[in-house]
């Protein structure tokens, strides 16, 4: 037994040196992108060069590196935030793998070991694969027929991770078509992998599996599911788009308050020396575009030479405000006036758009450079400079003055035409300007909001690549933008568009994985019955994080509570005397329960 600990204890600490080694690549449209098994995107660490290809075949890239950013502050004012940007040297915030669900929010070297892997699957495996079942289970359909040459199931549909035996995590995990409806996964009599898009990438990564010698940071305890995918369309917009898909677990039974979830973007449009970056407040967009007329090539790296084009991160669907049991409108101000499912007759359901985007170079000022302490990653998330100065409009973004206008966008353009992100004043048009060698990096983000135990968040973005056939590199910018809303409209017809709050199925349309619906009527229980004051609930922990909803007898919701594990006191003083329905949604069911106040 000592000789087996000491085993695991040598390859945890190796572990803990070694970033991620599995990839994957979408490359089933018009770009090649690589994305890591702990969650960098288009990067290569080993040779120290960009992995993001389009068009694909050209050997131009158009991004360097990206990567998710997370932090926020417990009671106790202490900062907890992973952030990822390059990881050339192995140093790492993020591990491969889930974290168990019992509130400790572990994790071992086997299990992010067995992760250290991303799955690929194809729509086109995933229709042939139903078609032969659905053959197969016809009498009147004719197999010799219909697959005259036999069928093989896919191998990867065996390796795809849709159940963890493991005790202490979640049994179910990557998406799965159930076939037969009974519970397990397995290929051989009809399952497969539920994807979006023509192929799909699935990852777990995880920022608990070790300390975080990127940023510094105290760990959250956070669980991030991925799913990159992309699309084989005629559309020439989706032709060079690729999704990413992050369903994020807060696993600890930690609340962090002025919590942010951002984006850092390394945009090297081709040759990066000549890059400016911009921010399109209205559409949630960052992007990249060239200084001049011409993307030469420089150091190596291929430019994208005449008539250059535009590329950007556009964040479609944000992390959910905190409940205020109102259904918000504002909108001229942030967050509702590029924000999601605001002023539409449901409450809390409003989603954040872009908070903050600022810029920051790989050299020059030290106020403006990549950061040096944990701090400064997450005043980047806030959207202000290292030392502190809010991010100013005009110029370089950066002043001493204390009269310069705090903004929170850099480089809107004309974006911002109500000055949503400068205190509801108009501003003059405001974009970069000067040519200089600076590398540019950005990041956006979207909050603040508290990050509680058990909490899910289901976030959604797109890189997005336009080219113009003349008119410069302001024209591929507007093409961009229009590429952008085509891109913006195709997303909201998308199954995991209308998650619901608690809720995640998994984003396959039509189907509910296995483990979303419970077997047995799951029922809320409180007590006492009746009540005059207040009720108790005991949450056991697939109930912690998940929200606790009283409706009248006109199925209204007045009142809305977190449950964290263990006993829950909810106060009903207020209500009016008469009978309530209570719900709590959970991730695999909504519990349901009685309250009657008197």
């Given at each position: 037994m000592k000789?087996?600990?000491t085993l695991l204890l040598s390859a945890f600490l190796l572990r803990m040196e070694l970033p991620a080694q599995a990839f994957g690549e979408l490359d089933i449209n018009d770009v090649r992108v690589r994305f890591h098994a702990h969650g960098l995107i288009g990067n290569d660490p080993l040779t120290a060069t960009a992995a993001f290809e389009v068009p694909q075949g050209d050997s131009t890239n158009a991004l360097y590196s990206a990567g998710l950013w997370v932090g926020g502050l417990s009671l106790d004012y202490q900062l907890h935030l992973a952030a990822m940007q390059y990881e050339a040297n192995g140093a790492s915030d993020y591990y491969t793998?889930?974290?168990?669900?019992d509130g400790t929010a572990t994790t071992d070297a086997v299990m992010m070991d067995a992760y250290d892997h991303v799955w690929v699957a194809t729509k086109a495996e995933v229709d042939l694969h139903l078609a032969y079942f659905t053959c197969l289970s016809d009498p009147n359909c004719d197999l010799a027929t219909e697959?005259?040459?036999?069928?093989t199931i896919p191998p990867s549909f065996f390796e795809w991770p849709a159940i963890n035996t493991e005790p202490g995590y979640d049994h179910y995990q990557a998406p799965f078509i159930d076939w037969n409806n009974d519970g397990d996964y397995t290929p051989g009599s009809g399952d497969a992998p539920c994807i979006l898009g023509d192929q799909a990438l699935y990852f777990v990564f995880n920022d608990n599996g070790g300390p975080h010698p990127h940023s510094d940071g105290l760990p959250i305890g956070m669980e991030v599911q991925a799913m990159a995918f992309a699309y084989d369309s005629a559309d020439p917009a989706l032709q060079q788009t690729v999704f990413v898909h992050y369903h994020i677990i807060n696993r600890s039974t930690q609340t962090l308050v002025e919590s942010r979830i951002g984006m850092f973007n390394d945009f090297d449009l081709g040759c990066g020396a000549d890059d400016f970056v911009g921010t399109d407040a209205a559409r949630n967009l960052t992007y990249v575009y060239n200084g001049d007329e011409v993307d030469e090539s420089c150091s190596g790296v291929q430019?994208?030479?005449a008539q250059p084009p535009a590329f950007g991160m556009v964040l479609l669907k944000g992390p959910f405000r905190d409940y205020n049991m109102a259904d918000e409108e504002d909108p001229n101000a942030l967050p509702s006036w590029n924000g999601t499912d605001f002023n539409d007759g449901v409450i809390d359901n409003e989603k954040f758009g872009l908070s903050a985007a600022i810029h920051m170079y790989g050299q020059g000022d030290?106020?403006?450079?990549?950061?040096?302490?944990?701090?400064?990653?997450?005043?980047y998330l806030q959207g202000i400079w290292k030392d502190s100065a809010p991010l100013s409009y005009g110029a370089t973004g950066y002043s001493t003055d204390p009269n310069a206008l705090a903004c929170s966008f850099a480089f809107p353009g004309d974006s911002d035409p109500v000055g949503a992100g400068t205190g509801g004043v108009p501003q003059p048009a405001w974009s970069e300007s000067g040519v200089n060698a600076l590398d540019r990096r950005t990041v956006c983000s979207a909050g603040p909001f508290t990050l509680e135990p058990g909490m899910h968040e289901d976030l959604l973005l797109a890189y997005v690549f336009a080219r113009a056939d003349a008119g410069g590199a302001a024209a591929s910018v507007s093409a961009l933008q229009a590429r952008v809303d085509l891109v913006t409209q195709f997303a909201q017809t998308?199954?995991?568009?209308d998650n619901a709050r608690e809720v995640f199925q998994g984003g396959c349309g039509g189907v509910v994985p296995a483990g979303v619906v419970e077997h047995t009527a799951p029922v809320l229980l409180l007590f006492p019955v009746p009540a005059s004051t207040y009720v108790q609930v005991d949450a056991q922990p697939g109930l912690a994080g998940a929200t606790l909803r009283i409706r009248d007898a006109a199925g209204r919701a007045v009142s809305a509570h977190r449950l964290v594990q263990g006993l829950n006191t909810i106060d009903i003083a207020s209500l009016a005397v008469g009978i309530y329905t209570c719900e709590a949604h959970t991730a695999k069911a909504v519990f349901t329960g009685r309250l009657i106040k008197q």
């Open positions: 000789h087996t600990f793998g889930p974290l168990t669900n697959f005259p040459n036999g069928y430019g994208y030479g030290t106020c403006c450079t990549d950061p040096s302490f944990t701090w400064h990653y997450y005043k998308l199954p995991l568009w």
